[in-house]
C-alpha cells in the first residue's frame, strides 16, 4: 500500500473520492477521478488504492479539501 510507510497530517473526503496529505507534503488519491480531479490524466477514472499525485509533484501542498464535486489543493 502506498501509504503504509508514510505519516499522513490531514484527509480530504469527497463525494466518491478521498487525498491523504503526507508529513513531506505530498498528495495520495483514490476513487473517482471524473474531470482529472484527484490529479491524475482524465483516463484514469477510478482509483482502487491510494496512489501519489504526479500532476502535484514537485509542489510544496499545504492544505487539502474535498467536496462534492471539488478538489481544493494549496501550495506553499
Given at each position: 500500500?502506498?501509504?503504509a510507510?508514510?505519516?499522513?497530517?490531514k484527509l480530504g473526503?469527497?463525494?466518491?473520492?478521498?487525498?491523504?496529505l503526507t508529513d513531506d507534503h505530498k498528495?495520495?488519491?483514490?476513487?473517482s477521478n471524473k474531470y482529472g480531479m484527484s490529479g491524475f490524466d482524465v483516463e484514469e477514472a477510478y482509483l482502487d488504492s491510494p496512489q501519489e499525485a504526479i500532476a502535484l509533484s514537485g509542489m510544496k501542498i499545504e492544505?487539502?479539501?474535498c467536496g462534492g464535486?471539488?478538489?481544493?489543493?494549496?501550495?506553499?
Amino acid at each position: 500500500m502506498a501509504l503504509a510507510d508514510k505519516r499522513v497530517i490531514k484527509l480530504g473526503v469527497g463525494y466518491f473520492r478521498g487525498m491523504a496529505l503526507t508529513d513531506d507534503h505530498k498528495i495520495y488519491s483514490w476513487g473517482s477521478n471524473k474531470y482529472g480531479m484527484s490529479g491524475f490524466d482524465v483516463e484514469e477514472a477510478y482509483l482502487d488504492s491510494p496512489q501519489e499525485a504526479i500532476a502535484l509533484s514537485g509542489m510544496k501542498i499545504e492544505n487539502i479539501s474535498c467536496g462534492g464535486h471539488h478538489t481544493f489543493v494549496l501550495t506553499n
